[in-house]
């Protein structure tokens, strides 16, 4: 689907929390479930049938757009996808994204139309190290972009402060020859 907004990713009524744990089982909730019960899951909806299974979430243009909401993210993450590939994010969504682990691929509307051509059992593989999105099935591979600094903090695991405790000794002997 186009132009999904944060608050069908996570609806405004689940945003109690100020941890991150727990947002995965309401990721796209209204789609996912009827009546608002988890114990009657919608049989049409991707995320419900276990053939979607997987890391990497495939959207249509304009995801993530609507409200600044940093739960967005959590819920992708916490549900299990490490990213997102879409032909268009919005910027805050973007942004919320890199800083809480998750890679927004941004790809061309041609790219993102062979991946879904390629039907439900189509495999892609990110390299981050490359910025490369290959469809297994048929070895097409398109390069995106990616911030340098977020590209290191996805590849180690850091977020703003763990990358700044790595740079401690550079930091430390900045500050000695600055005195």
């Known amino acids: ?7 069908q990713i996570i609806p405004a009524r689940f945003l109690k929390a100020t941890t991150r744990d727990g ?28 053939l979607y299974s997987g890391d990497i979430l495939v959207a249509g243009k304009n995801f993530g757009c609507g409200s ?24 805050i969504f ?16 041609l790219f993102l139309q062979k991946i879904f051509e390629q039907g439900n059992e189509a495999t892609l ?6 910025q ?17 600094y977020k590209k290191t ?3 180690n695991g850091y977020d703003d402060i763990d990358f700044l405790l790595s740079r401690r000794e550079a930091i430390t002997k900045f500050e000695k020859e600055s005195a």
């Open 1 to 7: 689907m186009e132009n999904i907004d944060t608050d």
């Open 68 to 91: 600044s909401r940093e739960h967005a993210a959590w819920a992708i993450l916490d549900y299990g996808f490490n990213a997102v590939v879409s032909s268009f994010f919005a910027d």
């Open 153 to 155: 903090c996805l590849l």
């Open 23 to 50: 947002f995965g089982k309401n990721l796209f909730r209204d789609w996912r479930y009827d009546n608002d019960s988890e114990a009657k899951p919608k049989t049409d909806f991707a995320l419900n049938n276990p």
């Open 125 to 130: 593989s990110i390299d981050v190290e490359a």
């Open 132 to 148: 490369t999105i290959r469809i297994d099935a048929t070895g097409e591979q398109e390069s995106f972009e990616l911030n340098p």
């Open 94 to 109: 973007k942004n919320n994204a890199l800083n809480n682990g998750v890679l927004p691929v941004t790809v061309s509307e």
